[in-house]
């Protein structure tokens, strides 16, 4: 009879392998053993460690969002080489008033993650999902950014006439910075971004 694997220790393991990767590191910039139970005892370079480390999965960015344009005029304000003719105020009403300064942050799962799964980690994390406005926005004062990853903005959905719900994202296609719609059912492999903001 096979032996059941135990879940501690395929946890130890991959806590034993990330732990390894770090100690290589640092014995690889000329650090000691010495150095390396800091980490243990300097909780000051713990918060560093994790602050890097969440950096690196969570950019940041300050957009304003001017919510007396209309959607054609903040998809305009982007200047997209190409848009999704199914993006129209009717299927994606705007909501809000005047300009508001708002933190965009970028989360990046680094894996294959479904829409729900990105939404329910968003939400443990403390954040919603960005609606169009507020993609469109970052899209406008970050032209550069699409062109590094595609950008998703999961807080909108249009249920398109034949049942699909379709969600908003900025892509870089053949020279085209592209805002396109993508079913919400899909899954996003790990190239993918997603706009989120404080709840």
């Known amino acids: 009879m096979s032996r059941e694997k135990s879940e501690f220790l395929s946890s130890f393991g991959i806590a034993l392998e990330i732990f390894k990767a770090i100690a290589d590191a640092v ?3 000329g650090g000691t053993d010495q150095d390396l139970r800091r980490i243990l005892t ?16 969570r950019q940041t960015f300050r957009v304003l969002v001017d919510y007396s344009k ?3 005029e903040m998809i305009q304000a982007g200047n997209y080489d190409w848009k999704n003719n199914d993006i129209t105020q ?12 708002v933190e965009v942050v970028l989360f990046h799962f680094g894996r ?10 968003m939400e443990r994390a403390g954040y919603r999902p960005a609606r169009i406005e507020e993609l469109l926005a970052l899209g406008a004062s970050q032209p550069e950014l699409q ?28 020279s085209e910075r592209s805002l396109y719609l993508r ?10 971004r997603f706009v989120a ?3």
């Open 27 to 29: 014995l690889g910039l």
């Open 42 to 57: 300097d909780k000051g370079l713990r918060k560093k460690i994790a602050e890097i480390v969440v950096s690196e999965v």
């Open 70 to 72: 209309s959607l054609a």
């Open 90 to 101: 009717d299927h994606f009403p705007t909501k809000g008033n005047g300009q508001q300064e």
């Open 112 to 121: 294959n993650i479904s829409s729900d799964d990105a939404i329910a980690e």
């Open 147 to 174: 062109k590094q990853y595609p950008i998703v903005g999961l807080g909108s959905v249009w249920l398109d006439p034949s049942g699909n719900r379709d969600v908003p994202y900025l892509l870089w296609d053949d």
């Open 183 to 192: 079913w919400l059912e899909d899954d996003w492999d790990e190239l993918y």
């Open 197 to 199: 903001l404080r709840k």
